[in-house]
């Protein structure tokens, strides 16, 4: 167990993908640090329940990013952390993080990039009428979902699809290809 490499995951959100990624079997990681920037997220729930550390900051009480990115740099190096993976962590990282962890900064997005970048992946999908969506995980870099692309999957969309039906497809896809790709990040350093 503590040979393994360690890992923090970053959310704001309800954190099913924390989920998929805590229940993946054998994978080579320890997720050592939670870092969630809203004290009402569902996903610090989840946290307690698997015994992951939890940071919990409020942006507003920090003077900028920098300040608050400082502040996470500083626990996720206590922790020994490696790696981050976000999984639906609503804030763009700055260069405080960006620089202490070069090319080990990943994301998964609802949508295949470089379509539907941002917010609302899933409804922009709907509202343009495509016949496919799906899921990427990429690196991280200064922009907001722009950085390398290191897998993605299709989703098709049928006729009948809401944004509930659509998302409730996605997530399935999101919960087994994160852990994967994760796997063979890892198993490749
Ligand atoms: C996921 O759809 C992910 O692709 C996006 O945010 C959502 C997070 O969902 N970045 P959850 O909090 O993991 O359930």
Redesign the pocket.
């Known amino acids: 167990m503590t040979n393994l490499t360690k890992a923090a995951v970053f959310?704001?959100?309800?954190?099913?993908?924390?989920?998929?990624i805590m229940r993946a079997e054998n994978l080579p990681c320890q997720i050592t640090l939670l870092v969630c920037d809203r004290k009402d997220?569902?996903?610090i729930q989840k946290a307690k329940y698997y015994k992951t550390p939890i940071f919990i900051f409020e942006p507003q009480a920090y003077r900028d990013k920098a300040a608050y990115e400082r502040k996470i740099l500083n626990k996720l190096k206590k922790r020994g952390v490696e790696w981050i993976f976000?999984?639906?962590?609503?804030r763009i990282i700055g260069p405080t993080l960006l620089k202490a962890f070069k090319g080990k900064i990943v994301?998964?997005?609802?949508s295949l990039l470089p379509k539907f970048k941002g917010k609302d992946?899933?409804q922009q999908a709907l509202d343009a009428k495509v016949k496919e969506t799906g899921?990427t995980i990429h690196y991280v870099d200064e922009g907001i979902d722009t950085g390398p692309i290191i897998a993605q999957q299709t989703v098709s969309i049928h006729q009948e699809d809401t944004l509930k039906t659509l998302?409730e497809k996605?997530?399935k896809v999101?919960h087994k290809l994160y852990p994967t790709v994760i796997r063979q990040l890892l198993e490749r350093t």
């Open positions: 959310a704001s959100g309800t954190g099913s993908n924390y989920d998929a997220a569902k996903v976000l999984a639906g962590y609503m994301n998964i997005h609802p992946a899933i899921v998302t996605i997530q999101e």
